[in-house]
């Protein structure tokens, strides 16, 4: 227990919130809707962007940078479009001392002004697949904000790319969601759920668009990333086209995906406790911190003694820190659990002189003496086998959160118990709309056809759907 949180079963959101602002991943920011990203928070979404920039590369995407202000009348080019984004725009009106004639939009997306250059770039198929993603910072106004899950401005990856076939362009839609998908397995720890989104609730002006889900604790669905196929809009308005072999003009297929800080709030979301954060070994920037214990008067002997240990865990990799700081060890290990440190290390004089240090993992109550020498073969092991287990923990967890629920009666219960749902539909938008009056919404298609009938109609189902309340 830390009391300066509120306990996850008494009150999920405010434990949430707590947490954030506690262990120091972000403040407040005097900007309404925006946070600030302290170094720990920030460290996070650094460790996101150097796995994922990597996996984006091996896709053959370069990286590429576009304008922050955006002409607003890219955004009419594209009508569902701007329909879909209008309440959320911010609008640079004036500038340089003066009211603008032509109005920018700070980017909510970078779809508009990547066609705008794709159409200058492509001319023939030999210019195909065009490959590109940007890294930078997007703005939606938002009402109701809560950092890392919503917030006016974020941190995102959007990659577009351009291709001579239908095929080929969902080849790199599947590849796109299927890389976020082994970034949550992987490295995150997270388990989530992939599938198309219906027209509904799909991007507007996509031709399909396929998300990755994760199921919050609290039974709500967070959309963690999504990945899209486009044509008849996007590449269509902005003139985009190639001649193909047939020396005949085509419209390119087209993909959009791309995943933000929201990965964070998801991650902080589906493993921590009331003590503070947990994190996965992988995403920890300090995996190991070394905290001097005993008397005062022995402390310059044990620092010693903690520096060659250091060296030695450095030197196989592991993240690792000593906490000097003049506070006391219950400070310390206070601390090393508010943010979710895999694990600490304690040394004492007695330590020293045993040659056995005590070891405390995050998510073991009992702590363990270890033989020195064995120390890092020991940590070695112990971080992989963390990692494992918060994604087992988190899979179980995710699991007993689903239930499949047939019958429209029972809906809004289950869902206002904390439950995501299953279930059978019809595919007909009119079921789906029927979901809005109790908070919900279908989430994504999955593979399965469990169900044999529609949860609101009672028709025959075509495919089974992921309904939940969500972030
Ligand atoms: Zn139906």
Not at 191 to 198: D, F, Y
Request: proline share 5%.
């Amino acid at each position: 227990m830390n009391k300066k949180i509120t306990a996850q079963s008494k009150d999920f959101s405010q434990w949430y919130l707590d947490l954030i602002y506690e262990s120091q991943l972000v403040d407040h920011a005097p900007t309404k809707g925006c946070m600030i990203m302290r170094p720990l928070g920030y460290a996070l979404w650094e460790g996101i962007q150097k796995e994922l920039d990597a996996q984006i590369k091996a896709l053959d995407v370069q990286n590429c940078y576009f304008p922050l202000l955006i002409p607003e009348e890219f955004l009419q080019k594209e009508s569902d479009h701007i329909e879909g984004f209008s309440p959320e725009l911010a609008v640079v009106t004036r500038a340089g001392g003066k009211e603008l004639e032509e109005k920018y939009v700070i980017r909510p997306t970078s779809e508009t002004m990547v066609y705008h250059m794709f159409a200058k770039w492509i001319k023939s198929w030999r210019d195909l697949p065009l490959k590109v993603n940007q890294w930078a910072n997007v703005v939606r106004w938002e009402m109701r904000t809560r950092p890392f899950l919503r917030t006016t401005e974020f941190l995102w990856q959007e990659g577009h790319t351009a291709h001579q076939s239908k095929e080929e362009a969902l080849e790199m839609v599947y590849n796109a969601l299927a890389m976020y998908k082994n970034l949550c397995h992987d490295l995150l720890a997270i388990p989530v759920i992939t599938g198309q989104k219906s027209d509904a609730e799909k991007f507007p002006g996509a031709e399909k668009t396929f998300t990755f889900e994760g199921i919050m604790p609290d039974g709500k669905a967070l959309q963690m990333g999504t990945s899209h196929l486009l044509k008849e809009s996007f590449p269509a308005s902005f003139d985009v086209s190639f001649q193909n072999k047939d020396n005949k003009p085509e419209t390119p297929w087209c993909t959009s995906w791309g995943t933000t800080t929201r990965l964070i709030g998801a991650l902080v979301m589906t493993h921590s406790d009331d003590k503070g954060l947990i994190l996965p070994p992988r995403m920890a920037p300090t995996q190991v911190v070394i905290i001097p214990v005993g008397p005062e008067s022995k402390r310059a002997e044990v620092l010693v003694y903690a520096k060659t240990l250091k060296k030695e865990l450095f030197n196989k990799s592991i993240r690792v820190s000593i906490d000097n700081r003049p506070l006391s060890p219950g400070a310390k290990f206070y601390d090393a659990e508010l943010k979710g440190t895999p694990f600490r290390i304690e040394i004492g004089p007695q330590e020293i002189e045993n040659n056995q240090l005590v070891v405390k993992s995050r998510i073991q109550d009992e702590k363990q003496k270890i033989v020195r020498n064995d120390t890092v073969s020991f940590l070695q092991a112990e971080l992989n086998l963390f990692q494992k287990e918060l994604f087992d923990r988190a899979t179980k967890k995710r699991d007993n959160l689903i239930k499949e629920v047939s019958s429209w009666e029972n809906f809004k219960e289950e869902l206002e118990s904390g439950y995501a749902l299953t279930s059978g539909w019809c595919l007909s938008p009119d079921c789906e709309q029927e979901l809005k009056k109790i908070k919900a919404f279908t989430r994504c298609l999955l593979e399965t056809k469990k169900n044999v009938i529609c949860f609101f109609c009672k028709e025959s189902s075509k495919q089974d759907v992921l309904i939940a309340k969500s972030y």
